[in-house]
């Protein structure tokens, strides 16, 4: 059930985050049973790293701090509406429930804009604006093959 306290937590975090000049102003905790078990800040442009967005970076902490690489019966709490990217991890990782603040347009209105990776995941392979390409399929289907059958595989 949402509690605003962990909403302004988010929020705390990604005004921090530009205030002392250490990323953008984004922000997310992960919850459960009533605490934080996790936090994140936007940290692109301090580790030179595109995918230290806040949510990640709360999952990857929640997922350290439980001993766990899922988490169930936790809930996101971020700052702003989750991109395509942290939308995968958040879907990844399995929280019960998102919540966010500001809508993604607020964020696009300041140069956050997602929508062209939106566009580009609807488009045909051969369209991308960075070229992809497949090579050796057969070859890289047998790791999966070799998946299946591995005795110690922990499935997620």
């Not at 949402?2 to 997310?28: D, H, Q, S, W």
């Not at 999952?59 to 690489?69: E, P, W, Y």
């Not at 998102?98 to 804009?113: K, N």
């Amino acid at each position: 059930m949402y509690e605003k306290k962990f909403m302004i937590e988010a929020i705390r975090l990604a005004n921090e985050c530009f205030e002392t000049g250490k990323g953008g102003p984004f922000g997310a905790v992960v919850v459960k049973n009533g605490e934080i078990v996790g936090r994140g800040r936007n940290m692109v442009t301090v580790d030179n790293d595109p995918t230290a967005h806040a949510e990640v970076l709360a999952i990857r902490d929640a997922c350290r701090n439980l001993g766990t690489f899922q988490l169930d019966g936790c809930e996101l709490y971020a700052s702003s509406e989750p991109c395509p990217m942290c939308f995968g991890a958040i879907y990844w990782a399995r929280p019960d429930r998102i919540y966010y603040g500001a809508p993604c347009e607020v964020a696009a209105e300041v140069g956050f804009d997602d929508t062209f990776i939106y566009e580009e995941i609807g488009k045909p392979i051969s369209q991308y604006s960075i070229p992809t390409e497949q090579h050796d399929a057969d070859i890289a289907a047998e790791t999966f093959e070799r998946w299946k059958v591995f005795e110690n595989r922990v499935d997620y």
